[in-house]
């Protein structure tokens, strides 16, 4: 049963333009979602989380927007960057299950120069 | 400050051997948690450890065990291993358990032949 998912496995844009990866998730109880960018050879690394007191949530060039009703997040990079090249996860959890992150299967980003 | 690290890199196997990977969590991080990622898929929680004790299980086998020890650093064992617990295996540590993000290492990647 995969509670979240990221249906594009991968996704090309032009250097520049705006990059907007998407996720979805089943489980009702999340309360709290992230975002994690991956390199080869190197753990992921958090970028931006949001509430789901919220519906929308910035920095710098990345924002995360929640709609719950749809149980849809997505996160848009603008202007993507060469350096944003990397293997995007969402992640979500219940603010009581600790450090229990379920993953989405990522999105490959590869942004043209 | 050294970020979260795990020993060791790489680690080949074979089929019912046992396995014990380390991990030394961020200095002052309490929490530790253990992630496998296999090929294509997203990270899938395996333990989470804080403060010496187990704060939570995923969906694995009783094979999969860890401990932490008084200075927060980690072992995952793993017995009698098969084939397809061939993965990354990734640590993460946090200050605390709640909304804290995680900081991951770069994982051990263990193949079992």
């Known amino acids: 049963d995969q509670q979240v998912k990221q249906n594009s496995p991968s996704l090309s844009v032009q250097e520049g333009r705006i990059s907007i990866l998407n996720c979805d998730y089943t489980?009702?109880?999340?309360?709290?979602f992230l975002w994690y960018k991956k390199y080869p050879a190197e753990g992921p690394t958090f970028l931006i989380s949001?509430?789901?007191?919220?519906d929308k949530n910035e920095d710098g060039r990345f924002t995360v927007f929640l709609n719950k009703s749809a149980k849809h997040l997505s996160l848009h990079i603008v202007p993507s960057q060469p350096g944003d090249s990397a293997v995007y996860f969402c992640a979500a959890k219940k603010e009581t299950s600790g450090s229990r992150l379920t993953f989405g299967e990522g999105t490959q980003l590869t942004v043209n120069p | 400050d050294a970020g979260v690290t795990q020993s060791p890199t790489h680690l080949i196997k074979t089929r019912g051997q046992h396995v014990t990977l380390r991990c030394s969590p961020i200095?002052?991080?309490?929490?530790v948690s253990w992630y496998q990622q296999v090929l294509g898929q997203g990270p899938q929680f395996i333990f989470q450890?804080?403060?010496?004790?187990?704060?939570g299980r995923g969906n694995f086998p009783d094979r999969f065990s860890a401990r932490q020890f008084p200075n927060y650093s980690s072992e995952l064992n793993v017995n009698a291993l098969l084939l397809g617990d061939s993965a990354l295996y990734l640590c993460a540590s946090s200050l605390e358990t709640g909304r804290e993000k995680l900081f991951f290492g770069s994982g051990t990647q263990l193949s079992v032949l």
């Open positions: 450890y804080y403060e010496k004790e187990e704060r």
């Open positions: 489980n009702s109880m999340f309360d709290y």
């Open positions: 200095s002052g991080h309490k929490s």
């Open positions: 949001i509430s789901s007191i919220k």
